[in-house]
C-alpha cells in the first residue's frame, strides 16, 4: 500500500475522489486500511488549509440558547442575575471565569468556546 503526502490542492483532490471509491470498503481489511490512512491525510491537510474558527463566547451562548430552547432567566444560574445574563448577552461584561465554568459544566457549551476573546469584550475577569 503506498501512500503519500498531500502536498497541493490537485492531491488533496485526488485523494478525495480515491476515499469516495473505497467508502465501502470494510473495516480490517486492506481496502479499509487504506481509506482509514487516506481519511486521515485529508483531515490533516483540511486543518492546516480550512480551519474552523470557534464563535465568540456570546455567539457560543446564543446557539446554545437557540438549540435548546433556553431563554435569558435560564442562565441566572450560570452568569448571575437577570441584569448580569443581559449585561453578557449584549457584550457590556465580559464572562468571568466563574461563569465560564458554570456555563460549560451546567449547559455543556464548549468551554474553548466560552473561553476565546470576544472582540467587543474589553476583558475577562476572574
Known amino acids: 500500500m503506498e501512500i503519500v503526502p498531500i ?3 490537485r492531491d488533496y483532490h485526488r485523494t478525495l475522489k480515491e ?3 473505497l ?3 470494510k473495516r480490517n481489511t486492506p481496502k479499509g486500511d487504506r481509506l482509514d490512512v487516506l481519511v486521515t491525510l485529508v483531515e490533516a491537510w483540511e486543518a492546516q488549509h480550512y480551519p474552523l474558527d470557534l464563535p465568540d463566547p456570546v455567539a457560543a451562548i446564543h446557539y446554545h440558547m437557540e ?3 433556553l431563554v435569558a432567566k435560564d442562565l441566572v444560574p450560570y452568569i448571575g442575575g437577570r441584569s448580569r445574563v443581559y449585561e453578557v448577552l449584549n457584550r457590556k461584561r465580559p464572562l468571568s471565569l466563574k461563569m465560564i465554568r458554570r456555563l460549560h459544566k451546567g449547559l455543556g457549551i464548549p468551554a ?3 473561553i476565546k476573546a470576544d472582540p467587543e469584550a474589553t476583558q475577562l475577569v476572574g
Request: no cysteine; aromatic share 0%.
Open 7 to 9: 502536498k497541493t490542492k
Open 19 to 21: 476515499i469516495e471509491g
Open 23 to 25: 467508502m465501502t470498503a
Open 67 to 69: 438549540q435548546n430552547g
Open 112 to 114: 474553548e468556546s466560552l
